[in-house]
């Protein structure tokens, strides 16, 4: 099984991430930052945020979900805030994104807010309101079930450090996956977290017997060269003892984002 994690950037790499998605050959998918405004027939809009201007793709959404045929979808937006075409402004979705191949099976999910809770009228104040996925999943090949879970967790305009918010999610994602997740299953857990290697994230994952696969095995860097700050820590994957890795890496090429795809290969 191959378990792939992404921050899509909102496609601002539109060219080069679609093909990546298209042929990664994936058995889940889990995607965060990804656009749906249904109502919108541009390409390309603009997010604004003050001084940050970002290009994004209007359907994202769609335009994965269309060259992955043979995968169910799913989309968990966050909020709906203000994009604009040109001048005219436009209301799209925004969230978190997760494509399983349908030789796996879903037979258990969840989805629910870690932070907050769904925004209509605005993307809303930083810390913005942040969500999770888990699915429950029959693996075939391995005959057992697995519980993959995602999420994006939350942007504070001070850093990654530490804080009440994000001590309140990382509680909120574990009461997430014990809702679909069976003790002694194997559990993977992803996503772009947002914050350091030293967060109590982690501390209240490895209540569950979760152990990271990127700062365990000696990466340094999840983020590419569109990345231009300093902390390059943002993307992890963690998995139970139970877990078979047969590889895992974090992709510095090709450039898809501001963010490296996390690929997990389990035997």
Partial sequence: MRIVSLNAWGGKLHAPLIPYLAEIDADVLCLQEITRSVT????WLVYRDGSHILPQHANLFAEIKAVLPTHDAFFAPTARGELFAGETSVMSEFGLATFVHQSCPIIGQAMDFVHGDFSSKGYGPHPRARNAQCLRLFDYR???????AQLHGLRDLAGKQDTPARRGQADALVALIR??????????VCGDFNVLPDSVMFGA????????LVTSRG????????????GRYADYMLVT??????????VEQPEISDHRALVLEIA
């Fill in 40 to 43: 919108v027939s541009s390409d």
């Fill in 142 to 148: 391995a005959d057992r079930p697995i519980t993959v």
């Fill in 179 to 188: 809702r679909i997740w069976r003790k002694g299953e194997p559990l993977v």
């Fill in 205 to 212: 994952l490895a209540e569950l017997g979760l152990t990271d």
């Fill in 219 to 230: 990466y340094e860097d999840t983020r590419t060269s569109h990345y231009t700050k300093e």
């Fill in 241 to 250: 003892a139970n877990v078979d890795v047969a590889a895992f890496d974090v």
